[in-house]
């Protein structure tokens, strides 16, 4: 089993910064591929990013340039961090776990979801 708690979500002005944070416990978090999720109102799951065991990462088109996940395995944590948000970013962001060291944009692929963090963006 894995737990996953996230944090550092909030509200913030467009054009600001956020930065969340996942952090891990259970299954040997170094050898598990991880992702970052987001669901607005009314609308589907989306990826937003992923990052594998030994730190290679995806990004979706929408946040591509602007978004940065990283890991640190010594703490067990996966991070996202945001620049230039947008009102259009405003969702609950989820954080996921695979049982396997490869990330992936496909959510079915994950095996641990957190209970996610809202992030609001005011215009």
């Known amino acids: 089993q894995v737990q996953l708690v996230e944090s550092g979500g909030g509200l913030v002005q467009a054009g600001g910064s956020l930065r969340l944070s996942c952090a891990a416990s259970g299954r040997s978090f170094s050898n598990s591929g991880m992702g970052w999720f987001r669901q607005a109102p009314g609308k589907e799951r989306e990826f937003v990013a992923t990052?594998?065991?030994?730190?290679?990462?995806t990004y979706g088109n929408s946040v591509k340039g602007r978004f940065t996940i990283s890991r640190d395995n010594a703490k067990n944590t996966v991070y996202l961090q945001m620049n230039s948000l947008k009102p259009e970013d405003t969702a609950v962001y989820y954080c996921?776990?695979?049982?396997?060291?490869?990330?992936?944009?496909?959510?079915?692929?994950?095996?641990?979801w957190g209970q996610g963090t809202q992030v609001t963006v005011s215009s």
């Open positions: 996921a776990a695979r049982s396997t060291i490869w990330g992936s944009s496909d959510q079915n692929q994950y095996d641990y």
């Open positions: 990052i594998s065991w030994s730190g290679g990462s």
